[in-house]
């Protein structure tokens, strides 16, 4: 197992943890709980996403690299929410912000990087 298969593993099994050890709430749309009842959509457009950073991986370098691995964590973290259990869980509420999740800060954080990378590639 390379390096960043066991990082990538070690993101999402943290993420898996948390959720559920930590008591939370049901997110069955999108960020901010927007687009409820698109399941099968957010799975689609999730698998599309993992095969796309997983084809474009050996391309990303240093903060593309870290991107991409983020983002990657993230969507298979919110992935393995959508098919078993039907719905997100959200457990971190910050009061003014809406409730969000470990796989949610990986993919936002992740997305940022790949921006930063190509903006200035």
């Known amino acids: 197992m390379d390096k960043s298969a066991f990082y990538l593993f070690i993101l999402i ?3 898996q943890i948390v959720k559920y050890i930590t008591p939370g709430s ?10 409820q009842g698109y399941r099968i959509l957010f799975i689609i457009v999730g698998i599309i996403v993992v095969f796309l950073v997983v084809y474009y991986r050996n391309r990303l370098e240093n903060i593309g690299l870290y991107g991409g691995l983020l983002l990657l964590s993230g969507t298979i973290g919110n992935l393995i929410d959508r098919i078993f259990l039907g719905y997100v869980r959200d457990f971190i509420d910050l009061g003014f912000w809406p409730s969000f999740n470990l796989a949610d800060s990986y993919s936002t954080i ?5 921006v930063i990378y190509f903006w200035k590639k």
């Open 26 to 35: 049901k997110n069955y749309g999108a960020a901010f709980g927007i687009l």
């Open 110 to 114: 992740g997305a940022i990087l790949l």
């Open 13 to 15: 099994t943290l993420d």
